[in-house]
């Protein structure tokens, strides 16, 4: 990088396409979940949901290296780590099944989890994941 080079002209450009980040989100998320959280989210902070939609879905996610069951991993892991995130978790689990990820995979996150994280956070993230997977299974016998 030359010496007196605007920054902007030093860093790789970002890639967010906002049109395909509606598209992961709909991959990725049931309508359910989006309606709990994005119209609410509008409300008390106006464009704030389209940002998160644009950079998020329509940057991060597309980005390469990673697969989508890989980064479904990470955000169990990371959302478990962090605790008190009970809904973003329980949405998150959600998405793992509908990416392919088995209910055994999803389980055995939490269970690996447990020396990294610690047994309580491990159990409260196992609690929260047990219930989602309830309600996808019964969702799936109606």
Do not use: C
């Not at 359910?32 to 989210?41: E, I």
């Not at 644009?54 to 991060?60: Q, S, V, W």
């Not at 989508?68 to 008190?84: F, H, S, W």
């Amino acid at each position: 990088m030359a010496a007196g080079q605007a920054l902007s002209e030093q860093l790789t450009p970002a890639q967010l396409d906002r049109d395909e980040g509606y598209r992961m989100l709909d991959l990725l998320q049931d309508e359910a979940t989006q309606q709990t959280t994005l119209p609410g989210l509008e409300q008390i902070a106006p464009g704030y949901a389209d940002w998160i939609i644009t950079a998020l879905f329509g940057g991060t996610y597309l980005r390469d290296g990673l697969s989508l069951r890989d980064r479904q991993i990470i955000n169990l892991a990371a959302l478990t780590a962090v605790g008190g995130v009970d809904p973003q978790l329980s949405g998150h689990v959600r998405t793992s099944l509908r990416i392919g990820m088995t209910r055994q995979e999803v389980i055995e996150v939490f269970v690996h989890l447990a020396p990294y994280i610690g047994v309580p956070k491990a159990l409260a993230g196992l609690r929260v994941a047990a219930t989602a997977l309830a309600d996808a299974e019964q969702g799936a016998g109606r």
